[in-house]
């Protein structure tokens, strides 16, 4: 198997080794047949990296590159040094990948002969789970492995191709400078150069014989893995339907859980020793303060040795404490595995709906673990570049390579706990997900009156899970969903027959004439407000909720709360005041903020004021507490109003006041008591003013402008009859001139 192997390597670069005959330096071995043994390939290539090394041993001579022939620049030696690095690198990989390739021959036979050797296991079922446990895993290494050998046998044939791409450029490099080294044989430096492109076509040569023999190693791991890969899966299709678990099998696990946590607390303590002793080291470090007090400042070399040990004590220290979370793993580990257990052994379906729900659970919080996992290892990635950038600027012997080593020590190793941290938790996530989907599959397999019954079971768990649902928590007494809902049933429910009863109650108020409609309203919405904290109050009682469930509402909720509804709270307060003090009632005559209008509706929030045109003005409560307000009528109905008017010089005073009370007395809406006053108030400047004053009751539906206008009428009929003038407005109107004034009389139509 090998020679064949082996054949089929060289096989495929023959052509380039045909090439090779006259392009190798002079001190270079003669170019060997195309067909060779494993034993030659290994030697011919034991013989280029010798030769490849003494090269390099010489291109880094201090004094080579001032010996470069004339017209040979440093870039072309530069360029001639790569690729003499990059043979030997090549070299050594295809001198390693000889015993990986039959490493990989033997392994793909394994597999092969164990696939086709396998009959059936030697345990009768049922199976133990753990067992099939580890049949999954070796599947899933063998999956993972069978991936990574296609990926890299794409990834390496590219390589191969994109090498004779380069190859046959190169061909004609060698050809060009075979010619300018033939066509002047003293010209050193056209020698050198073709030197030169015979060892970079070696080095191709080279490149593609090491990723052909890396794409047999890998096509042999493809073959292994898909052997393995087989197996397991005829494996577990055998053992699967029939696992249990059997007697001691949770023993079992138990027992290597509290192993593993001995294991990770011996390691925890020797990182935990060690980083004692890292930071004892760093106190010797430190100075002294000095005479004052102070500390004095350290070079910088002592100063990168006190953050080095600082890092790698915060280094060692995360890892102790990660590894030690490893512990808190195991035991959400077990649970699961006593849920799991619960699933496959038990009958009762509200118990394997808590073991599935155990198992959500569980994955919920290993999720966010994994996560908090992958972002540490970039950030101790990134601390890693970050020293690997500080000691690529230093030169090989400088001090502080040491310290700058150390902290890049310690990051490697962090990053080594925390991939192996994340490697148990994906192994974790993946156990349950795996096990619920077993759950799954066997929960579908069920029949359909089976799933039915289990179908309305879930069902009537997840009511009663949220009926049990917890909202809060209050003197050691949970309230819990269901016990609001009913408290808000009964709440609505009395609020409901609350409401029905006052509204009765206002119609028959209302009806007997005690109250006016709209008062009646105004009292009914109060009333509701104070038989609904009753209702409140009752309800928590009846169902046993605390009161002190409002100190749900006490912390910062209350405060956002208290500044979102103050202006609310300041006219409900309002609202009450005006109730009691009743100096602003249903039906008052008021002005507010030159708003003049009655008083329909004083509500929990506001009050509604109807002005004489129609118009309803919703005003806040707190107005009519925090402004001037007038009441036309707050202590009766009784408004004075008045009408003032001018008659002629000539007329009879004494006439115009018997007009005046006369029409006031023969008017019904003008009130007898107090009596109406006429007056002579004034010698105006065309007119004698009098004013008659009288009183209405605003009651009803009598109209203080009404009742004005009707006395205008009156008034103005009588005077007329009695031939006393009410005369317009005069003005005179006074000319002073320095000369007189012309006047002309012109004709009709003339302008």
Partial sequence: MIRVLAAALLLGSAPLHAQLTNLLPKDAPKQVEATETPQQVRDRWQAWLTEARAQLVRLDDPAAESQLPPGVNTSEYAERRRDVQQTVASLERSLKSVSVLNDSV?????????????????????????????????????????????????????LVDEARQLSAT????????????????????????????KIRQRMLVVRIESATAGIEVQRNDLAAAGDDLSLAEIQINAAAPQQAFLKGDLDKIRKAAADRQAALK????????????????????????????KVPPVDELTQLRLDSAQDRADALEFSADLLGSLGQLENQLLDAYDARNTLMTSQDADARAAALKTLGDIVGRVGPWGVYVD?????????????????????????????????????????????????????????????QEDYDAHVQK????????????????????????????????????????IALALFGFGYFVASRVTQRLQRVVVARGRVAEAQAGTLR??????????????????????????????????????????????????????????????????????????????????????????????????????????????????????IRLG??????????SEILLDCASRHGRVLKDPEPLALFEDFGENVLVFSLYFWVELAGNTNAAVVSSDLRFMIEKRLNDAGIEIPSPQKDLKFTTDAPLRVEWAPRGEE
Avoid at 111 to 133: C, I, N, Q
Avoid at 170 to 183: K, L, P, T
Avoid at 267 to 276: A, I, N, P, S
């Fill in 375 to 435: 972002n540490q290892f970039n950030l101790a990635g990134a601390k890693l570049r970050s020293q690997e950038a500080r000691a690529a600027s230093l030169a090989a012997g400088d001090p502080k390579l040491q310290p700058i080593n150390e902290a890049r020590d310690a990051l490697g190793e962090q990053m080594a706990v925390i991939q192996r941290v994340k490697q148990n938790v994906d192994l974790a996530s993946r156990l349950i997900h795996r096990w």
């Fill in 446 to 485: 069920q029949s359909l009156g089976e799933r039915t019954s289990s179908f309305f079971r879930s069902v009537w768990r997840g009511v009663r899970s949220t009926w049990q649902f917890e909202v809060f928590h209050v003197d050691n007494k949970g309230v819990t969903l269901g016990r609001l809902i």
């Fill in 170 to 197: 190169n061909d004609a490099d060698v050809r060009r400078a075979q010619d300018a080294a033939s066509s002047n044989e003293k010209d050193m430096a056209a020698k050198w150069r073709l030197d030169s492109v």
């Fill in 106 to 158: 033997k392994e793909a036979t394994r597999a092969r002969e164990a696939r086709a050797a396998w009959h059936g296991f030697k345990d009768t079922p049922p199976y133990s789970v753990l067992m099939v446990d580890e049949l999954r895993n070796q599947r899933d290494v063998a999956r993972e492995k069978k991936t990574t050998a296609e990926s890299s046998i794409s990834l390496l044939e590219h």
């Fill in 525 to 642: 919405r109060w009333l509701m407000v104070l038989l609904g904290f009753f209702l409140v109050v009752g309800t928590l009682q009846v169902m046993k909720i605390p009161l002190t469930v409002f100190a749900f509402f006490g912390g910062a909720l209350a405060i956002g709360l208290g500044f979102g509804t103050q202006t609310l709270i300041k006219n409900f307060i309002s609202g009450i005041i005006m109730l009691f003090e009743r100096n602003i009632r249903v039906g008052d005559i008021v002005d507010v903020s030159g708003s003049v209008g009655t008083v329909t509706e004083i509500n929990t929030r506001s009050s509604v004021i109807r002005s004489g045109d129609g118009l309803e003005t919703i005003v806040p409560n707190s107005m009519f507490l925090e402004n001037k307000i007038t009441n036309w009528t707050h202590s009766n109905r009784r408004l004075r109003r008045s």
């Fill in 647 to 656: 008659v002629a010089y000539g007329a009879s005073s004494q006439k115009v």
């Fill in 266 to 293: 011996k390691e925890v303590d020797g990182l935990d020793k060690r980083r004692r002793s890292i930071l004892a080291d760093r106190r010797k470090l430190e100075p002294a303060p000095g005479a004052d007090g």
